[in-house]
């Protein structure tokens, strides 16, 4: 195997299970966040913040129970702490600075990010919070269970269904139009000696990142595929 891409891997101490990082790093300046999900799944996950450089850790805290995924910024990390709470983390520190509680439904996917606001979809509404306190904003009903959590394009918001996207206002959420979903080529070949690929790549800096079924966080070098 060629190993002249491979930059760092980082074994997790708690769950050495096989598939234990089961949602996509997300990587700000020269920090990565990793959620260890729990083995088994009826435990609290850990989410871990990384130096981008080496892999070491700058902090940790434990989350409520499964995470459906996390995104970032330059201030801070908002995770699914469970399929039914919102929790954002100071990406410098790891403190605790709001929780948002979503009892009436189960998240799907991970939240996203974007101009001081933070987007997340459950089975039955897509919601913008607030990223600074974690104030709800609106909640816009959708009319099927997505497929995976929503992204920001342009002045839309992004929510993949089987097959289609459906646009949304980010003002307010209300549905603007529909489009045929299309799939990406890819060309990267992982090394088969570090496990296989369990979470999307996630590309930082020259750098990627990604979760493998041998419970590692894997740091390739992102020059060519």
């Not at 993949?160 to 003002?171: D, F, S």
Request: contains cysteine; aromatic residues 8%.
């Amino acid at each position: 195997t060629d190993q002249s891409r491979l930059l760092w891997s980082r074994q997790f101490e708690s769950h050495v299970s096989a598939g234990s990082i089961q949602v996509a790093p997300v990587g700000s300046g020269n920090r990565v966040c990793v959620i260890e999900s729990p083995v088994p799944f009826e435990k609290p996950g850990l989410l871990w913040c990384l130096s981008a450089d080496d892999g070491r850790t700058h902090w940790k805290q434990p989350l409520m129970g499964e995470s459906l995924g996390m995104a970032i910024d330059s201030k801070q990390v908002v995770a699914w702490s469970s399929p039914e709470q919102l929790q954002s983390f100071d990406l410098t520190n790891g403190k605790l600075l709001w929780k948002s509680f979503h009892n009436d439904s189960y998240a799907v996917g991970a939240p996203t990010i974007a101009n001081d606001l933070v987007f997340v979809t459950t089975e039955v509404y897509l919601a913008a919070l607030d990223a600074p306190t974690g104030t709800l904003l609106w909640k816009s009903p959708l009319t099927a269970k997505p497929t995976s959590g929503p992204f920001v394009e342009g002045t839309h918001i992004v929510v993949p269904y089987a097959g289609k996207h459906a646009l949304h206002n980010i003002v307010d959420g209300a549905l603007h139009s529909s489009r045929l979903a299309t799939e990406e080529s890819d060309a990267w070949l992982i090394p088969n000696d570090i496990g296989t690929l369990v979470t999307p790549r996630v590309a930082l800096k020259g750098r990627v990142y990604f979760g493998t079924s041998q419970g590692a966080v894997i740091c390739l070098g992102a020059d060519s595929p």
